[in-house]
Every structure is written in structure tokens, then in C-alpha cells.
């Protein structure tokens, strides 16, 4: 008898642990309302890099560039501007798209070589 | 009495259990989410993010692209967060060329459709070959789902097989085709032997400019003490973003043309008080407007052109 009190015990345990993940995860997960930057979908990312390098291409400021592709906490400025470029190449951007995201992605790398 | 403290135990574990489930959910392992779109994004993230629309834009004046980010950005009422954006600008006092940006962007949303500028419907409501592949391109809010939710597989496996049930779904968002890499339009510039643009430095619209016109407007169909300022270029269209300083003895006030995108994309206009004598320069260059003055009942519009040069 109290065997089964003990294994009755433990269901409800479970039914509770199973209730409480259903809520935590679907029902009311504890989220805020807005996601940050580094969750944006790859395709976003990509075209953000290409925003930022449309803008370099007009202006020529390297420190303007890094510090908008800062704008993804999650990766250093040179890291963001190649992955994106990756990005573009497997979602076939245009030509004209990739050159200047190219031309973005090197000269962060060589304005990342000549710093001290 | 017995049976109801019978009864109890099970309650006692019901509780233990969603306790326990819900610590775990909403503190070890909560929610994370990936593969998100822009609209999911805080408010000044996505200020940064229309400041950068807006200067791409400049750079590369492609309004295909520049609305379909945006409605990304802010979905299909994305004027309003342009507008409000280069208002607080303005109003900041901030770095201009933010500001000018958003101004002609929002300008440019707002003209009607000029043949080749933005897809528009054909004659008969279907879409445009342009319309349709920027549709078929653009992870908007119809390919892709909001948000995926997931959690660390392995933890969700063993807290799930627990319980007896599945683990939670991932729902897909991956977007249909590439974003926004759109075939050549009619604002996309021609390319250069290279098979690229050359580079296009941004040109603020500035240079000096001419007043042109002036009228007091005393019909009482504005109001009174309205300043109108008319900017247009020198083919006489109106021309958005230019700067408008005017100042009086105790203060000054810069604004842009533009930001009354129901008007016209060249308009401005500014609420002169009594007793009071106003300044106006339109531009960096221009002569100043002087000794501006409220007449009672009466409002005055001015309008300037962009010298040709």
C-alpha cells in the first residue's frame, strides 16, 4: 500500500514537473518582448552587411564601418563583415553586392593588420 | 479525515513538480530565440538599424531595397518611424547627416511611384516581373515565421523523456531565397567597365539657393504666424533634406524640408511668433532671409530654388 503511495507520489511529481515545463516553454515563456541584434536571422545579417559596406564604399570610413558592424555584440566587426560575406555568397547575392562587401571584408582586415 | 490527507500527498507533489518545471524553464534553460527579423528587435536598435537603411540608401539610392527593409524594419507602417526618427534628430540637435538621410529617405517613400522607381501594380492589379522576384526574394512577414524558439536539445530530451512527452518544436523560419540581392532596376546605377559602380560619394542637397517668391497669405486659409518654405531644385522639383536654420534673438531652430511628407517633399514649415524678429537661411550657403516678423491674421510663404551650377 504504501508503495503504491509512493509511486502515486512520484506521478504527480511528474505531471507537475511536465505542467510546469509546458508553461515555462510554450504557455508563458519568460521572454522580453524584443531580441537582440546577434539572433537575426543570417539573410539580415548579410544584407546589414552590405548596408554597411554600401555606406564605406560612399564615405571611405573604416571606423564608421566598424563601428556600425558592432551593431552584433556577439562577433568582432571583422568576423561579422566575413561571415556575412559568406552568407551572401550562399544566398547568391549579385555580383555588385559581393565585390563590395569584399571590398569591405578586406580592407577591415588590412586596417585590422596595421594597427598596433 | 484519513482519505483527504490521503489525497493531500498527491497535491503536495503536483505543486513539487510545476515548481521544479518552472524554475527550470524560466531560469536554468530558458527560451532563446534565433533566426529572429528585424521587427522582433528594441526600439533603439532599430533606430540604429533605419540610420543605417537611411544612409545605404544615400550611397546606393536603390527605394526598392530601402522599403523593403524597412517594412521589415517596422512593417507596413514604417513611414511613421522614419519620420519620428529624424524629428528626435532635429529636435537632439544630432549629427546631421543621420538626419538628412532619414529626411530624403522618407521623402522618397512618400513621392508617388515614378516609372521604374519603386514596382508598382501593372495597369490590371498583377504584379511587376520586379514586384514579383522582390517578393519571391525578401524573407518578409509572409516566408517567415516570427521566431524560433529553442532550447538546448540534449536537457530538453532528458527533462521531456521524463514527462513523457515530446520535445518542443522548432519551428522553421528559414527564409525563402536571398535577401535582397535584386536583379538591376532602374535605380540601380549603370556598371562601369569593371562590372562593378564606381564609387558614388553621397551629395547632401545642398548648394546655394534663391528666393524665388515671396507671398503674405492673409485669406485666412492658413494659419496665422505660419512660415511656408517652399525649397525645390533648379528643375523646380521639390528637393527634401535640406537644412533650414532660422534663428531670433534668443534662440534658433533647425529644421529639414521634407518631414511633411503629405505636403510635398520640399516643404518646411515654421510657427512664427509675435513680437519677434526671425532670420531664415536655407542651406549652408544661401543668403539669410531677414528681419521675418508675425503679422497678425496673415502667414508668409517663401519660396526658394536651388541655384544651377
Not at chain 1, 14 to 26: F, H, N, P, Q
Not at chain 2, 47 to 70: C, D, G, M
Not at chain 2, 151 to 160: L, P
Amino acid at each position: 500500500m504504501r508503495g503504491i503511495r509512493y509511486l502515486l507520489f512520484l506521478i504527480m511529481i511528474g505531471v507537475g514537473l511536465a505542467a510546469g515545463l509546458l508553461i515555462g516553454w510554450v504557455v508563458s515563456p519568460n521572454q522580453s518582448e524584443s531580441t537582440p541584434p546577434e539572433t537575426l536571422h543570417p539573410s539580415y545579417k548579410a544584407d546589414y552587411v552590405l548596408m554597411v559596406a554600401e555606406i564605406y564604399r560612399a564615405n571611405q570610413s573604416l571606423e564608421e564601418a566598424r563601428g556600425r558592424l558592432a551593431f552584433f555584440k556577439d562577433t568582432e566587426p571583422e568576423q561579422t563583415a566575413a561571415v556575412g560575406l559568406e552568407t551572401a555568397r550562399e544566398l547568391n547575392f549579385n555580383a555588385a553586392d559581393l565585390e563590395m562587401i569584399n571590398q569591405l571584408v578586406l580592407a577591415l582586415k588590412i586596417g585590422g593588420e596595421e594597427q598596433p | 479525515m484519513t482519505e483527504k490527507r490521503g489525497n493531500l500527498y498527491l497535491l503536495t507533489g503536483l505543486i513539487l513538480g510545476l515548481a521544479v518545471g518552472l524554475v527550470y524553464a524560466w531560469v536554468i534553460n530558458p527560451l532563446e530565440y534565433e533566426d529572429t527579423e528585424p521587427i522582433s528587435l528594441a526600439a533603439d536598435d532599430k533606430a540604429a538599424y533605419r540610420q543605417v537603411i537611411a544612409l545605404a540608401y544615400q550611397a546606393n539610392p536603390n527605394l526598392n531595397r530601402a522599403s523593403e527593409r524597412l517594412k521589415a524594419l517596422d512593417g507596413l507602417d514604417n513611414m511613421q518611424g522614419i519620420i519620428a526618427q529624424a524629428q528626435q534628430f532635429i529636435s537632439e540637435n544630432e549629427t546631421s547627416r543621420e538626419a538628412r538621410a532619414l529626411t530624403v529617405l522618407a521623402a522618397a517613400l512618400s513621392r508617388p511611384q515614378a516609372s521604374g522607381e519603386t514596382p508598382a501594380a501593372q495597369p490590371d492589379g498583377t504584379q511587376t516581373p520586379e514586384a514579383a522576384a522582390l517578393t519571391e526574394q525578401v524573407p518578409g512577414q509572409a516566408a517567415a515565421a516570427a521566431a524560433v524558439a529553442t532550447a538546448d536539445a540534449v536537457s530538453t530530451a532528458a527533462a521531456a523523456a521524463t514527462a513523457g512527452i515530446a520535445a518542443p518544436a522548432q519551428a522553421s523560419s528559414t527564409p525563402a531565397g536571398a535577401f535582397p540581392t535584386l536583379n538591376p532596376t532602374a535605380d540601380d546605377p549603370p556598371p562601369t567597365e569593371a562590372g562593378t559602380s564606381a564609387p558614388r560619394p553621397s551629395a547632401p542637397p545642398d548648394g546655394t539657393f534663391q528666393l524665388v517668391d515671396r507671398q503674405q497669405i492673409c485669406d485666412g486659409n492658413i494659419p496665422e504666424g505660419l512660415l511656408l518654405i517652399q525649397v525645390n531644385d533648379a528643375d523646380e522639383q521639390p528637393l527634401p533634406g535640406v537644412r533650414i536654420r532660422i534663428t531670433w534673438q534668443d534662440g534658433e531652430d533647425v529644421f529639414y524640408t521634407g518631414l511633411a511628407s503629405d505636403i510635398n517633399a520640399g516643404y518646411a514649415d515654421f510657427r512664427m511668433m509675435p513680437e519677434t524678429v526671425y532670420n531664415l537661411r536655407v542651406g549652408e550657403t544661401s543668403q539669410p532671409v531677414n528681419n521675418l516678423v508675425f503679422n497678425a491674421g496673415c502667414g508668409l510663404r517663401l519660396e526658394f530654388a536651388q541655384d544651377e551650377n
